[in-house]
Structure formats: structure tokens, C-alpha cells
């Protein structure tokens, strides 16, 4: 997708450079302009590439989305003050016999050729955030067909999986009669485990699920994995929330649950995993703290997988509204996710 964006943003930025600015300037009188004063002809079109390329640089429609409007006119102010210090440049007076007429027909020259030079602004500015608009929202396209690719691969991994739910559970429960009785440990890891299934294949189709039943998901995939661990790895998991049945997406927050136990639980060394999720007044903050036991090597070249594919599926489901941010500091990794829910 990234190749595609490339491409995409180069021949844009070329038919910008190669035929909308030599179009604008030749079919305007802003061509006579290279004849009777070329500095003047070099600076006007160096700013008009400049504004451009600042404005598809700082990309707009992100700061609208995000709600950053004083930006946005600081922007748009500092463009307009710089285009009107540059119709101030001090072109040579004309000469005609009557000073009178050459003031006179300086000041309508300066004005036309003001005048020539704030509608190309003008247009160069509406080109720049047509494109802009345009551009994010193909990338914005390009995103939500990678997601939903990346959903109908991981669901069509399951159905390959399951060869019929009905009879998996079916088994299952089989199998939890056979173990009943003889291990209280045993039937506890089972329970959790059906019930995590059954919370997978419940939610693969949907969209949205109350809060209660992630944070139940994620309580009993802790306790499964602290069923295998001994007391090395200590585990802290809290949660205040004002509204369990406000809406999130299914298994969002457990990527980062995983990746935590994943690198950061251990047998044989002491290890700490602290798991905090606070919903207030419809805004949502998760973090995860973890040692990282698993070689430093192996975790930097593992561990941006799932952060990537969990930053994608936020910037479509969330944009301009959720920040992601992941430290590693002094053999401790961090990820702090914060979503404004409604």
C-alpha cells in the first residue's frame, strides 16, 4: 500500500509542477513577467511551489479532523501575509512624458499585477487542498481495504480452524467431564479456555461489543495465563469504568495484553505485568507495562507487527480521535492507548 501511496503523491506533485504551474503562468499575463522583471517572475514562482508543497506537506484534512483549527489559520495567515509582502516588491516605475500619466499607469501596472498574483495564490492554494482532501481520502480507502482484507484473512483462518464449532464444543465439554474431579487447577484452565473460544467465534462477525464482555474476555485470558505461570511473574490488572455497556471493538485491547505476557512473563525470573484500563465521560485509556524477557533482538524485530496492524485498524475506526504511544525504557516496555469513545 505504501508503493501505491508513493506513486500516487509523485505524479500528483509532478502534474503540479510540470503542467498546472507553466499552464497558469503562460495562458496569464504573468508570462510577460520573466521578460520585464525576472527576479521578481523567480520569487513569485518559488513561493507558489513553496506554498504547495507546505501545504501537501502539512496535510490539512489530518489537522481539521484532529480539530486543530488555530493551526490551521496560523497556517493560512503566515501564506497570506507572505503573498502580500511579495505583491509589496518594488517593480520600476514606468516612464512616460506626463509624470502625471507614468504615477498613474504605475499604479494600475502594481495593482494588475497584485491582482495577477493573488488569484494565482488563490488557485495554487485550491489545488493544493483539493488534492489534499482527495489524497487522504484514497489513503483513507486504501486503509479500510487493507483492514478489511486483514479481517476476512484472520476470518478465514478460523473457519479453516473449525472444523465445526458445534462439534468442537461439544468435545470440549466431553473433555471437561473427564476432568472433573481431578484437578481444581485443571477445570479452571478448561472453563477459561472454552470460554474464550466461545467469545471468538461469538464476536469474529461483529463490529462493536459491550465493554463488560472485553473486559470479562480479558479477565479470563489473564487468569488462563497466570494458571501456567508460577509466582515469578507477577500480574496487576485494574479497572475503573463509569459505563461497561459503552461500545468498543472486540479484541482491540488484547493485542497488547498478549504482546505483554508474550515478552514479558517468565519461570524462572522475577517479572512484573501491570494491565490498567479507565473509561470516563466516554473517554477510554489502556496501558500495559511489562519486563521484557524475551531477547532484545528478538522483541524489537517481533514487536512492531502487532503494534502496525493495531495503529491501522485505530486510524480507520478512530481517526483524528485515539493516540497510540509505545517507550521502551531501561528494560520496559510501555504502550499507552487513549480513544475518545463518544
Given at each position: 500500500?505504501?508503493?501505491?501511496?508513493?506513486?500516487?503523491?509523485?505524479?500528483?506533485?509532478?502534474?503540479?509542477?510540470?503542467?498546472?504551474?507553466?499552464?497558469l503562468?503562460?495562458?496569464?499575463?504573468?508570462?510577460?513577467?520573466?521578460?520585464?522583471?525576472?527576479?521578481?517572475?523567480?520569487?513569485?514562482?518559488?513561493?507558489?511551489?513553496?506554498?504547495?508543497?507546505?501545504?501537501?506537506?502539512?496535510?490539512?484534512?489530518?489537522?481539521?479532523?484532529?480539530?486543530?483549527?488555530?493551526?490551521?489559520?496560523?497556517?493560512?495567515?503566515?501564506?497570506?501575509?507572505?503573498?502580500?509582502?511579495?505583491?509589496?516588491?518594488?517593480?520600476?516605475?514606468?516612464?512616460?512624458?506626463?509624470?502625471?500619466?507614468?504615477?498613474?499607469q504605475?499604479?494600475?501596472?502594481?495593482?494588475?499585477?497584485?491582482?495577477?498574483?493573488?488569484?494565482?495564490?488563490?488557485?495554487?492554494?485550491?489545488?493544493?487542498?483539493?488534492?489534499?482532501?482527495?489524497?487522504?481520502?484514497?489513503?483513507?480507502?486504501?486503509?479500510?481495504?487493507?483492514?478489511?482484507?486483514?479481517?476476512?484473512?484472520?476470518?478465514?483462518?478460523?473457519?479453516?480452524?473449525?472444523?465445526?464449532?458445534?462439534?468442537?464444543?461439544?468435545?470440549?465439554?466431553?473433555l471437561?467431564?473427564?476432568?472433573?474431579?481431578?484437578?481444581?487447577?485443571?477445570?479452571?484452565?478448561?472453563?477459561?479456555?472454552?470460554e474464550?473460544?466461545?467469545?471468538?467465534?461469538?464476536?469474529?462477525?461483529?463490529?462493536?461489543?459491550?465493554l463488560?464482555?472485553?473486559?470479562?474476555?480479558?479477565?479470563?485470558?489473564?487468569?488462563?495465563?497466570i494458571?501456567?505461570?508460577?509466582?515469578?511473574?507477577?500480574?496487576?490488572?485494574?479497572?475503573?469504568?463509569?459505563?461497561?455497556?459503552?461500545?468498543v471493538?472486540?479484541?482491540?485491547?488484547?493485542?497488547?495484553?498478549?504482546?505483554?505476557?508474550?515478552?514479558?512473563?517468565?519461570?524462572?525470573?522475577?517479572?512484573?505485568?501491570?494491565?490498567?484500563?479507565?473509561?470516563?465521560?466516554?473517554?477510554?485509556?489502556?496501558?500495559?507495562?511489562?519486563?521484557?524477557?524475551?531477547?532484545?533482538?528478538?522483541?524489537?524485530?517481533?514487536?512492531?507487527?502487532?503494534?502496525?496492524?493495531?495503529?491501522?485498524?485505530?486510524?480507520?475506526?478512530?481517526?483524528?480521535?485515539?493516540?497510540?504511544?509505545?517507550?521502551?525504557?531501561?528494560?520496559?516496555?510501555?504502550?499507552?492507548?487513549?480513544?475518545?469513545?463518544?
Amino acid at each position: 500500500m505504501k508503493s501505491i501511496e508513493n506513486k500516487t503523491s509523485l505524479i500528483l506533485d509532478l502534474f503540479f509542477c510540470l503542467v498546472f504551474i507553466p499552464i497558469l503562468v503562460s495562458l496569464g499575463p504573468a508570462h510577460y513577467w520573466f521578460q520585464q522583471w525576472p527576479l521578481f517572475s523567480s520569487i513569485a514562482c518559488v513561493y507558489l511551489y513553496g506554498c504547495y508543497f507546505l501545504l501537501m506537506k502539512i496535510n490539512m484534512p489530518k489537522l481539521l479532523i484532529s480539530k486543530k483549527y488555530y493551526n490551521i489559520a496560523g497556517v493560512i495567515a503566515i501564506l497570506v501575509i507572505i503573498t502580500y509582502l511579495i505583491s509589496l516588491y518594488p517593480l520600476p516605475d514606468m516612464d512616460f512624458v506626463t509624470p502625471a500619466l507614468s504615477e498613474y499607469q504605475t499604479q494600475l501596472r502594481n495593482f494588475e499585477v497584485s491582482l495577477t498574483l493573488w488569484l494565482m495564490f488563490s488557485l495554487v492554494m485550491g489545488y493544493a487542498l483539493t488534492i489534499s482532501f482527495v489524497k487522504e481520502l484514497y489513503d483513507q480507502l486504501l486503509l479500510k481495504k487493507k483492514i478489511e482484507a486483514q479481517r476476512d484473512k484472520a476470518t478465514l483462518a478460523l473457519f479453516k480452524a473449525q472444523i465445526s464449532p458445534h462439534f468442537m464444543f461439544n468435545t470440549l465439554n466431553s473433555l471437561y467431564s473427564l476432568v472433573i474431579g481431578t484437578s481444581e487447577k485443571a477445570e479452571n484452565a478448561f472453563i477459561k479456555f472454552t470460554e474464550l473460544l466461545k467469545y471468538s467465534y461469538v464476536t469474529i462477525e461483529k463490529e462493536l461489543v459491550t465493554l463488560s464482555d472485553e473486559i470479562d474476555y480479558i479477565q479470563n485470558y489473564i487468569d488462563l495465563q497466570i494458571i501456567r505461570l508460577n509466582k515469578c511473574t507477577v500480574v496487576e490488572w485494574e479497572y475503573d469504568v463509569d459505563n461497561n455497556q459503552i461500545k468498543v471493538p472486540p479484541m482491540l485491547m488484547l493485542t497488547f495484553v498478549e504482546n505483554a505476557f508474550k515478552y514479558g512473563a517468565s519461570t524462572n525470573r522475577n517479572c512484573l505485568i501491570s494491565i490498567h484500563l479507565t473509561v470516563k465521560n466516554g473517554n477510554l485509556h489502556f496501558e500495559t507495562a511489562n519486563n521484557i524477557i524475551k531477547h532484545a533482538d528478538e522483541f524489537r524485530k517481533d514487536m512492531p507487527v502487532g503494534i502496525e496492524n493495531c495503529k491501522s485498524r485505530l486510524m480507520t475506526l478512530f481517526p483524528g480521535k485515539h493516540s497510540l504511544t509505545t517507550l521502551e525504557d531501561n528494560g520496559v516496555f510501555k504502550v499507552s492507548l487513549n480513544i475518545q469513545l463518544s
